[in-house]
């Protein structure tokens, strides 16, 4: 167990000169690092008190969570958020964070009692609209309220250089941020939101996105709607929560953060991931947060809450293992322009299949190998370019001796490669036919796959997703 990480240790003595049970070494490599003998250590924390790397670089950091065991089911991860309003509203202090408005747009808000807390409980997956909260934050500060802002790092950053502009006393304002992932365009919330309705055919009644009902760890979406119906998908089945932990379409502005690393509110906050391998006995399954102090306003007022909490101080590094994004900036996935430009063709599910999956109709991948086992005669549906620049292609894997078009003017004649065109109808003539559709546009790619579903044929791919397969075999 080291206590600085490696690389950063400098070998300086302060840790094994102050331990008072000798049992800090020094492991040489190529570098000189303290090494903490586990069987020997009794955990009092003084070598990580005297360490400079850890007093220079590194603020405290915590695992903890609310001894409201009810509060912990309520919020995102171990109720943190709660539990610090909570200390300031007794103070007849301010709280303003993001709430869901009746279209379930996300704005900053206000509230000042604890009946209103709910409404900023829980993680939003989607910008907030700041609005006039920036002003709001000013006249309370100067009424000499006591006011906490949480946000992401940006809007903290954003309100304390307007304060700052306004020359406003900011002793009364504590601020608190999020290790935050990148935010969805707002755009691409409403498509998912206006989808699921016409899915459901109803109004939403309610949404979260962190609904604990498996465990913190298996947290899901879900959405109640007006007519009594329910949703609840996973985060890997669910497409919006897909586009967002990808990073496919988030706001431009995320890709190129300036806020990661050192922040300049006075607490973050995040889910503890991890925590279950790293410090089982600080591990709550219902939900454990990070609480990260960036100033003495931030430990005060962790502080003042401790009889409410469990906590136990943690390493810095521990956080950021399974959540980098501390430190990182999200990078820019190569789909992502495709997709804002597919964005008004398609629903969502479809835009995903087309542009990440490269698998329009969704369907699980053939291997070539096991189509000659089950000796599948391969027809080729599209007379086309696209079967015309692959062709050759196919061949390296297949052996090819039908096309089918749905233009009528291509029927019995000869094409690419000297196969003859066929008509669809006479795919059901062949024994074992196994469908390629070679045809670039996406609409028309789906239009064919419900024209073949109609036909009853439902043993087909797409083209590029069959080279997929095909080019991972040693199949010829």
Same mark, same amino acid.
């Given at each position: 167990?080291?206590?600085?990480?490696?690389?950063?240790?400098?070998?300086?003595?302060?840790?094994?000169?102050?331990?008072?049970?000798?049992?800090?070494?020094?492991?040489?490599?190529?570098?000189?690092?303290?090494?903490?003998?586990?069987?020997?250590?009794?955990?009092?924390?003084?070598?990580?008190?005297?360490?400079?790397?850890?007093?220079?670089?590194?603020?405290?950091?915590?695992?903890?969570?609310?001894?409201?065991?009810?509060?912990?089911?309520?919020?995102?991860?171990?109720?943190?958020?709660?539990?610090?309003?909570?200390?300031?509203?007794?103070?007849?202090?301010?709280?303003?964070?993001?709430?869901?408005?009746?279209?379930?747009?996300?704005?900053?808000?206000?509230?000042?009692?604890?009946?209103?807390?709910?409404?900023?409980?829980?993680?939003?997956?989607?910008?907030?609209?700041?609005?006039?909260?920036?002003?709001?934050?000013?006249?309370?500060?100067?009424?000499?309220?006591?006011?906490?802002?949480?946000?992401?790092?940006?809007?903290?950053?954003?309100?304390?250089?307007?304060?700052?502009?306004?020359?406003?006393?900011?002793?009364?304002?504590?601020?608190?941020?999020?290790?935050?992932?990148?935010?969805?365009?707002?755009?691409?919330?409403?498509?998912?939101?206006?989808?699921?309705?016409?899915?459901?055919?109803?109004?939403?009644?309610?949404?979260?996105?962190?609904?604990?009902?498996?465990?913190?760890?298996?947290?899901?979406?879900?959405?109640?709607?007006?007519?009594?119906?329910?949703?609840?998908?996973?985060?890997?089945?669910?497409?919006?929560?897909?586009?967002?932990?990808?990073?496919?379409?988030?706001?431009?502005?995320?890709?190129?953060?300036?806020?990661?690393?050192?922040?300049?509110?006075?607490?973050?906050?995040?889910? =503890?991931? %991890?925590?279950?391998? /790293?410090? !089982? *006995?600080?591990?709550? #399954?219902?939900?454990?947060?990070? &609480?990260? +102090?960036?100033?003495?306003?931030?430990?005060?007022?962790?502080?003042?809450?401790?009889?409410?909490?469990?906590?136990?101080?943690?390493?810095?590094?521990?956080?950021?293992?399974?959540?980098?994004?501390?430190?990182?900036?999200?990078?820019?996935?190569?789909?992502?322009?495709?997709?804002?430009?597919?964005?008004?063709?398609?629903?969502?599910?479809?835009?995903?299949?087309?542009?990440?999956?490269?698998?329009?109709?969704?369907?699980?991948?053939?291997?070539?190998?096991?189509?000659?086992?089950?000796?599948?005669?391969?027809?080729?549906?599209?007379?086309?370019?696209?079967?015309?620049?692959?062709?050759?292609?196919?061949?390296?894997?297949?052996?090819?001796?039908?096309?089918?078009?749905?233009?009528?003017?291509?029927?019995?004649?000869?094409? =690419?490669? %000297?196969?003859?065109? /066929?008509? !669809? *109808?006479?795919?059901? #003539?062949?024994?074992?036919?196994? &469908?390629? +559709?070679?045809?670039?546009?996406?609409?028309?790619?789906?239009?064919?796959?419900?024209?073949?579903?109609?036909?009853?044929?439902?043993?087909?791919?797409?083209?590029?997703?069959?080279?997929?397969?095909?080019?991972?075999?040693?199949?010829?």
């Amino acid at each position: 167990m080291v206590i600085s990480d490696k690389g950063l240790c400098s070998g300086c003595g302060a840790c094994k000169s102050i331990c008072p049970k000798d049992c800090i070494s020094f492991k040489e490599d190529d570098n000189i690092t303290a090494v903490i003998d586990k069987e020997k250590c009794i955990d009092c924390g003084l070598c990580r008190k005297v360490c400079p790397i850890l007093k220079k670089e590194s603020p405290k950091a915590y695992a903890a969570y609310s001894l409201d065991e009810e509060l912990v089911m309520k919020s995102a991860s171990g109720g943190m958020f709660s539990v610090l309003s909570e200390s300031i509203l007794e103070k007849g202090g301010v709280i303003f964070g993001a709430a869901f408005d009746e279209n379930f747009e996300v704005h900053h808000k206000a509230i000042e009692t604890k009946d209103d807390l709910d409404k900023l409980r829980r993680s939003k997956y989607v910008r907030s609209r700041i609005e006039n909260c920036f002003e709001e934050v000013a006249s309370y500060l100067d009424s000499e309220r006591t006011v906490l802002f949480t946000g992401t790092s940006c809007q903290i950053e954003g309100l304390l250089s307007y304060l700052s502009a306004k020359n406003t006393d900011t002793s009364l304002l504590y601020t608190q941020d999020l290790i935050c992932h990148g935010t969805v365009l707002p755009s691409v919330w409403r498509k998912y939101l206006s989808e699921k309705k016409k899915e459901y055919n109803s109004e939403i009644k309610d949404i979260s996105f962190r609904n604990k009902k498996y465990s913190w760890n298996k947290q899901g979406i879900s959405i109640e709607f007006e007519n009594g119906m329910e949703y609840f998908a996973k985060w890997s089945d669910d497409i919006y929560m897909k586009i967002f932990l990808n990073d496919y379409l988030l706001c431009e502005s995320c890709y190129n953060c300036k806020y990661r690393g050192k922040r300049k509110s006075d607490i973050t906050i995040a889910d =503890f991931w %991890g925590i279950s391998d /790293i410090d !089982p *006995d600080a591990c709550n #399954k219902y939900g454990t947060s990070a &609480v990260i +102090i960036n100033t003495p306003k931030g430990e005060e007022l962790f502080s003042s809450v401790k009889e409410k909490i469990f906590c136990k101080e943690e390493s810095l590094n521990d956080i950021t293992k399974y959540n980098p994004i501390y430190y990182t900036t999200v990078k820019k996935p190569k789909e992502r322009q495709q997709l804002l430009e597919k964005i008004d063709e398609f629903s969502l599910d479809e835009l995903y299949k087309i542009c990440v999956e490269k698998n329009p109709m969704g369907f699980k991948k053939q291997k070539p190998s096991r189509l000659k086992e089950k000796k599948k005669e391969i027809v080729i549906f599209g007379a086309g370019q696209c079967l015309n620049d692959n062709l050759d292609r196919i061949r390296n894997f297949a052996t090819v001796r039908y096309v089918s078009d749905n233009n009528s003017s291509k029927w019995g004649k000869k094409i =690419f490669g %000297g196969l003859t065109c /066929i008509s !669809p *109808d006479e795919i059901l #003539k062949i024994d074992n036919a196994y &469908v390629l +559709i070679a045809i670039e546009n996406p609409k028309i790619a789906f239009t064919v796959a419900s024209q073949l579903l109609d036909m009853k044929i439902t043993d087909f791919d797409y083209i590029h997703n069959w080279f997929d397969y095909a080019e991972k075999e040693d199949y010829i």
